[in-house]
Nanobody, 127 residues
Framework: QVQLVESGGGLVQPGGSLRLSCAAS????????IGWFRQAPGKERGGVSC????????YYVDHVKGRFTISRDNARNTVSLQMNSLKAEDTAVYYC????????????????????WGQGTQVTVSS
């Protein structure tokens, strides 16, 4: 069956770093763009970053540009999100999701376009 499993969350101090991973199985990974989303308490789920199915295109929302880096390994069916210079406002549950992309460099952070979702991993940024 389809699975997306996030890992790497935890508690980190402001200014610190975390690396999230998303392991995929049960579908043809390199047909899918992968996105990272997050949801803070009392807020709606929102997009963070997306990487195209061939890894050639990436997209970041403004408030993480320059701090977060998304990458993928199609041989291992994994996507990573390196998060640096973390701030308290980055605290949220982080989800990875898969979107069957119409072409190789397609990226999107529209949640309704995504086909599969993981269960999430908690990231807490606090001193």
């Amino acid at each position: 069956q389809v699975q997306l499993v996030e890992s790497g969350g935890g508690l980190v101090q402001p200014g610190g770093s975390l690396r999230l991973s998303c392991a995929a199985s049960g579908f043809t990974f390199d047909y899918f763009a992968i996105g990272w989303f997050r949801q803070a308490p009392g807020k709606e789920r929102g997009g963070v970053s997306c990487i195209s199915r061939n890894g050639g295109s990436t997209y970041y929302v403004d408030h993480v540009k320059g701090r977060f880096t998304i990458s993928r390994d199609n041989a291992r069916n994994t996507v990573s999100l390196q998060m640096n210079s973390l701030k308290a406002e980055d605290t949220a549950v982080y989800y990875c999701a898969a979107l069957k992309a119409p072409y190789s460099d397609y990226v999107s952070l529209f949640t309704e376009e995504y086909d599969y979702w993981g269960q999430g991993t908690q990231v807490t940024v606090s001193s």
